[in-house]
């Protein structure tokens, strides 16, 4: 096992380069000076001359690359910006701050909207699939089906306006999207993040409802199953046991992967319900030609999907053990 996630983690590692080096070449290829974007509307020579020493666009490119690198892991000095501590993914000229500080403040309210999300997806979506499966061809199943089907067609930007009309601005059921964070205040943070964690959950869920019924009915029909049933077991044991945990695997693969693109920034429901995370932040980054920031995000959502899928595969590893003997 332990060679398994050695030979995995190294993997990784040769990927997250190759991204950081096909980032950071985008940032060059773009038909502008990245020190004049940076720079602002009011924008001085001396000002100008500082920001493209501060971003070392006066050195050849593979130092500009190596020094951005090397700041991942050392951090670096800006002159009079100060110094960046590692991990250090640059500074913001636009917002005048150190990217990872602009990071770390987003961070908090795309892993709280991710999080509470995912705890109702994976408890309605799997819970649905399941009973789906176990009624295979009875009306439950049609419905269950039916809705889930109905629910995955539905987009982010259609359903997040319907949810606020509905739930906030005309019954006001529910209180108007915001985040507070969790220390300040736990009943602001769970009331102003309920709306997006629905919404969020609807798609997601008739997603794992059609994808783990899917995965059990296939598994109800192998040979393993079947030879369960002739030797007397129960139809909650060979259920639950045998054919649940064929069907894990699938489960699993997708649910890590889902999970870093989520926590890398769900661009469309911050930006529907206008909450400040990682999504919405590339967002803004983009809108202000902030290319040192936007390279910091996107890193950052790079390394999260990258890391999620060594975990995938230790899972996979463990439930499995062909994989894992490979």
Same mark, same amino acid.
């Given at each position: 096992?332990?060679?398994f996630?050695?030979?995995?983690?190294?993997?990784?590692?040769? @990927?997250?380069? @190759? /991204?950081?080096m096909?980032?950071f070449?985008?940032?060059?290829a773009? #038909?502008?000076?990245? *020190?004049?974007?940076?720079?602002?509307?009011?924008?001085?020579? =001396?000002?100008?001359?500082? %920001?493209?020493?501060?971003?070392?666009?006066?050195?050849?490119v593979?130092?500009q690359?190596?020094?951005?690198?090397?700041?991942?892991?050392?951090?670096?000095?800006?002159?009079?910006?100060?110094?960046?501590?590692? #991990?250090?993914?640059?500074y913001?000229?636009?917002?005048?701050?150190?990217?990872?500080? @602009?990071?770390?403040?987003?961070?908090?309210?795309?892993?709280?909207?991710? +999080?509470?999300?995912?705890?109702?997806?994976? /408890?309605?979506?799997?819970?649905?699939?399941?009973?789906? $499966?176990?009624?295979?061809?009875?009306a439950?199943d049609? %419905? $269950?089906?039916?809705?889930?089907?109905?629910?995955?067609?539905?987009? /982010?930007?259609?359903?997040?306006? +319907?949810?606020?009309?509905?739930?906030?601005?005309?019954?006001?059921?529910?209180?108007?999207?915001?985040?507070? #964070?969790?220390?300040?205040?736990?009943?602001?943070?769970?009331?102003?993040?309920?709306? #997006?964690?629905?919404?969020?959950?609807?798609?997601?869920?008739?997603?794992?409802?059609?994808?783990?019924?899917?995965?059990?009915?296939?598994?109800?029909s =192998?040979?393993?199953?079947r030879? $369960?049933?002739?030797?007397?077991?129960?139809?909650?044991?060979?259920?639950?046991?045998?054919?649940?945990?064929?069907?894990?695997?699938?489960?699993?693969?997708?649910?890590?992967?889902?999970?870093?693109?989520?926590?890398?920034?769900?661009? /469309?429901? =911050?930006?529907?319900?206008?909450?400040?995370?990682?999504?919405?932040?590339?967002?803004? *980054?983009y809108?202000?030609?902030?290319?040192?920031?936007?390279?910091?995000?996107?890193?950052?959502?790079a *390394?999260?999907i990258?890391?999620?899928?060594?975990?995938?595969?230790? $899972?996979? *590893?463990? %439930?499995?053990?062909?994989?894992?003997?490979?």
């Amino acid at each position: 096992m332990l060679r398994f996630l050695v030979r995995r983690s190294l993997g990784a590692l040769v @990927i997250l380069l @190759i /991204i950081s080096m096909v980032t950071f070449a985008l940032f060059f290829a773009i #038909p502008a000076d990245p *020190a004049r974007l940076s720079c602002g509307k009011v924008c001085t020579p =001396e000002n100008l001359a500082l %920001i493209r020493h501060s971003m070392n666009l006066d050195k050849p490119v593979p130092l500009q690359f190596w020094d951005w690198l090397s700041g991942i892991f050392t951090g670096r000095d800006f002159g009079g910006n100060g110094h960046c501590d590692a #991990p250090c993914f640059g500074y913001s000229f636009v917002k005048q701050d150190m990217i990872t500080n @602009i990071l770390l403040d987003r961070f908090p309210t795309t892993l709280s909207l991710t +999080l509470g999300s995912v705890v109702v997806f994976l /408890i309605f979506g799997i819970g649905t699939g399941m009973l789906a $499966a176990h009624k295979q061809g009875t009306a439950s199943d049609k %419905i $269950a089906s039916s809705a889930s089907l109905i629910a995955s067609s539905m987009q /982010i930007y259609v359903a997040g306006p +319907l949810a606020l009309a509905l739930l906030v601005y005309q019954t006001d059921w529910l209180a108007q999207p915001s985040y507070t #964070p969790i220390t300040e205040d736990p009943v602001a943070w769970f009331t102003g993040l309920l709306v #997006p964690w629905i919404v969020l959950s609807l798609i997601w869920t008739a997603n794992y409802t059609r994808m783990t019924r899917s995965s059990m009915v296939e598994q109800l029909s =192998e040979d393993f199953v079947r030879t $369960a049933r002739a030797k007397g077991m129960s139809g909650r044991t060979v259920f639950l046991r045998y054919a649940w945990r064929g069907a894990m695997g699938t489960i699993v693969t997708v649910f890590g992967i889902d999970l870093g693109v989520l926590l890398g920034g769900a661009i /469309i429901t =911050e930006t529907t319900f206008n909450l400040h995370g990682l999504g919405n932040l590339a967002i803004d *980054a983009y809108g202000s030609s902030d290319l040192s920031l936007l390279v910091g995000v996107t890193m950052v959502a790079a *390394a999260l999907i990258v890391f999620f899928n060594i975990l995938v595969d230790a $899972a996979y *590893a463990m %439930i499995d053990p062909r994989i894992r003997l490979a």
